[in-house]
């Protein structure tokens, strides 16, 4: 075969390869929808900014952005622009991982800690060294509650900060799953409109609905109150003016007890093997911008201001600087499917990084006919 087209067969090769392995997108059967994803994945290169407005373009219509005026679409536009900036700083910062445009490209960093957040300031858990010591010697080299049964599909709070609220019963759902042997989806909202829980020692810590909580404090109400309903018979709205609609005769799940896990990584592993999944506080200013790989940012606040759901832990060989193999936790977020890698996040572990051993709490689940 001629070596010119020998190189050209073996290019396309390597395009088709690198767009089917992409980890936030996958293969696609429409070409014009696998072009538009690849294009996006590629504005975080030294030429971005050249074609913003085809970007902007492509993330409009695949993200179904419209908006009500031309003065309001010049706004975001330019935030748009601003946004691809900050990917391609990210990018630099963490090159294990991949960053572009998300559907909050058009979201100032304040908006979207606002909107999509909703974790309530906390200090550090002073009983941290508290939380029960468990066996590590016997730990799987790689964990996923997903191929156990104890994960319900990915949520979307929304423009709502009820993250905790998705953490919170994210861990219980597990919890009730490993008591019950039934994966029930629980109700956010009730926790939403119904808790108002407030940490004793953090003054202004109440659950406060779509303006912030607390997954311990969601936990404690949920002990005190009996349970929590399921989803289908108290769903989610992403607002909080509603009145409670608690219904004690519907209860899904119940708490046991809830504790606080030692800041060890190893610990931290064992409870998620043994216990379940693991509500996890965490900085979410690089989840802005995530679309997949492990991300291990040089430099991350450990300012916890989003919560989510700690799944699984594993492995990857990928790993461009150190050329070795990186440990990742496995992190469910509450920002639908069409985030990240359908849903899902991966972070280092190993360094505390932006905080993720920082807050890890487990729960555990009673039946409801014996709470």
């Not at 622009?81 to 700083?89: E, G, S, Y």
């Amino acid at each position: 075969m001629d070596r010119r087209l020998s190189c050209v067969l073996l290019s396309l090769l390597l395009a088709t390869s690198f767009r089917c392995f992409a980890p936030s997108f996958g293969c696609f059967a429409a070409d014009s929808v696998a072009d538009d994803d690849a294009l996006i994945r590629q504005v975080v290169g030294d030429d971005e900014l050249l074609d913003a407005e085809h970007h902007f373009a492509i993330f409009k219509r695949r993200f179904g952005k419209t908006y009500a005026s031309q003065e309001e679409h010049d706004g975001r536009f330019a935030v748009f622009k601003a946004n691809l900036r900050r990917a391609r700083h990210h990018q630099k910062l963490d090159p294990s991982a991949v960053h572009g445009v998300t559907q909050f490209s058009d979201l100032t960093p304040a908006e979207f800690r606002r909107n999509h957040l909703g974790l309530k300031r906390l200090r550090l858990p002073s009983d941290a060294h508290k939380a029960p010591i468990l066996p590590t010697n016997d730990l799987p080299a790689d964990f996923d509650w997903r191929d156990h049964g104890a994960v319900t599909a990915v949520k979307n709070q929304g423009s709502c900060g009820s993250c905790w609220s998705f953490s919170a019963t994210g861990a219980l759902e597990g919890a009730n799953y490993l008591e019950t042997g039934k994966l029930v989806s629980l109700s956010e909202q009730q926790l939403v409109d119904c808790d108002h829980e407030c940490d004793p020692d953090e003054p202004g810590s109440c659950d406060s609905g779509c303006s912030g909580g607390l997954m311990n404090s969601a936990f404690e109400y949920t002990l005190k109150s009996g349970g929590l309903m399921q989803e289908k018979d108290y769903p989610y709205t992403g607002t909080d003016r509603g009145t409670c609609k608690f219904d004690k005769t519907k209860i899904a799940a119940s708490v046991r007890n809830f504790s606080v896990v030692s800041l060890d990584e190893d610990q931290i592993a064992a409870n998620l093997v043994k216990n379940g999944p693991l509500a996890v506080a965490i900085n979410a200013v690089f989840m802005q911008t995530y679309v997949g790989g492990v991300s291990c940012p040089y430099i991350c606040s450990k300012r916890l201001d989003h919560g989510v759901l700690l799944v699984g832990y594993g492995s990857s060989g990928y790993a461009p600087i150190r050329m070795k193999e990186k440990q990742f936790w496995i992190i469910k977020n509450s920002w639908g499917e069409r985030w990240g890698e359908n849903g899902f996040y991966k972070i280092c572990r190993g360094r505390n990084i932006c905080g993720v051993d920082s807050m890890v709490s487990t729960v555990a689940a009673v039946h409801p006919s014996t709470a």
